[in-house]
């Protein structure tokens, strides 16, 4: 099923996880600013519908009953993990990919 909180798990100490691309748990600091943007871009993506998978993934998880906020969070784990796939694996966008990520939820980038 899906985590509370998946985009960024408390670890022990003041660092917190991250889910990858590639099921490798990064730790990071606490970053309320990132967290702000990463929500932001999926706000985007919902209100301009693009890409549309966004929206389809979002009403999908409403009708299995997720609240929106956990809904919201779990379609931004993906668009981190494709974020960390870009930056730190050099890989380019991509649609397809991103797409499948999406419709996997809610299962997490890192469970697949």
């Known amino acids: 099923m899906y985590r509370s909180d998946p985009l960024l798990r408390r670890a022990p100490g003041p660092r917190w996880q991250a889910p990858s691309a590639r099921g490798i748990v990064i730790a990071m600091k606490p970053d309320p600013d990132f967290d702000a943007v990463v929500m932001e871009v999926v706000d985007n993506q919902l209100r301009d519908g693009d890409p549309p998978e966004t929206r389809q993934t979002l009403d999908r998880l409403l009708a299995q009953g997720l609240p929106k906020p956990e809904a919201r969070r779990l379609i931004a784990?993906?668009?981190v993990a494709e974020m960390y796939a870009i930056l730190a694996?050099?890989?380019?966008?991509?649609?397809?990919?991103y797409a499948r990520a999406l419709a996997k939820l809610p299962e997490l980038p890192e469970d697949q």
């Not at 694996?89 to 990919?97: D, L, Y």
């Open 77 to 79: 784990c993906v668009l």
């Open 89 to 97: 694996e050099g890989k380019p966008f991509n649609p397809v990919r």
